[in-house]
């Protein structure tokens, strides 16, 4: 079945340390992103990505990094950069602006 | 910028009752889309609809119906006769051509309806 995949569903880290969630798609979409929830904060954009090889700061980037070298998979480093990392993750992708987006189960993140 | 506003933080209605929860945008470019997202207890957001600005009609699927009035750059979604089952976060969103696909939501409102 098409759709995307994120893993893990928990994670667990501790203070200082770099992590990576995964995050696949198979439905062929250019555009793919990353966000962050936490509660009473809504949905913040972590970064986003057009096409391969290419993506932009979101609104909250510092502290993460990504990469998109193929076009099913952006996956998304938390890094010891970030001060307050424990949060719940989606990705998503789309084939455009003028589509919806389509999110995987999320990541919750929890740093010790 | 493209920013989002849903005031409503939190509302709780009891079963049957109607219930509208509001989103307003702002945006500086003339083509852009908008979405409501609902986000069950799971945590997966599932899409409800899209409207693109040049669309003004209201839509009705069911019990649940959308006003996207430009007028006042508000894009609101009735539910009609609540169930239990409509207990969800609703969140909106808002994308546009000029964006690079950039796609911004609002803060979400929780909705609980209770028997």
């Known amino acids: 079945d098409g759709g995307i995949t994120q893993s893990p569903k928990y994670l667990f880290r501790k203070e200082g340390q770099n992590v990576t969630l995964s995050c696949e798609q198979n439905l062929n979409h250019d555009a793919m992103y990353w966000y962050r929830q936490d509660p009473g904060q809504g949905l913040r954009l972590i970064y986003y990505s057009q096409i391969v090889n290419d993506f932009q700061k979101g609104d909250i980037a510092e502290g993460y990094s990504v990469s998109r070298e193929k076009k099913e998979s952006f996956p998304l480093t938390v890094t010891s950069a970030q001060k307050n990392p424990t949060a719940f993750y989606l990705c998503?992708?789309?084939?455009?602006?003028?589509?919806?987006?389509?999110f995987g189960q999320g990541t919750r993140l929890t740093v010790v | 910028a493209q920013k989002v506003t849903q005031a409503q933080t939190e509302i709780s209605v009891v079963e049957k009752e109607d219930v509208t929860l509001d989103c307003v945008y702002e945006t500086r470019d003339t083509t852009y889309y908008l979405f409501w997202y609902k986000q069950p207890p799971s945590g997966e957001l599932v899409f409800l609809i899209r409207?693109?600005?040049?669309?003004?009609q209201n839509e009705i699927s069911g019990r649940y119906s959308w006003n996207f009035q430009k007028s006042t750059s508000s894009f609101n979604f009735t539910i009609t006769a609540s169930q239990v089952v409509d207990s969800a976060v609703y969140f909106c969103a808002l994308s546009f051509t000029g964006g690079g696909n950039k796609l911004t939501f609002g803060t979400g409102t929780q909705l609980k309806v209770e028997l």
């Open positions: 409207r693109n600005s040049f669309d003004e």
């Open positions: 998503a992708s789309s084939m455009g602006p003028q589509f919806e987006a389509f």
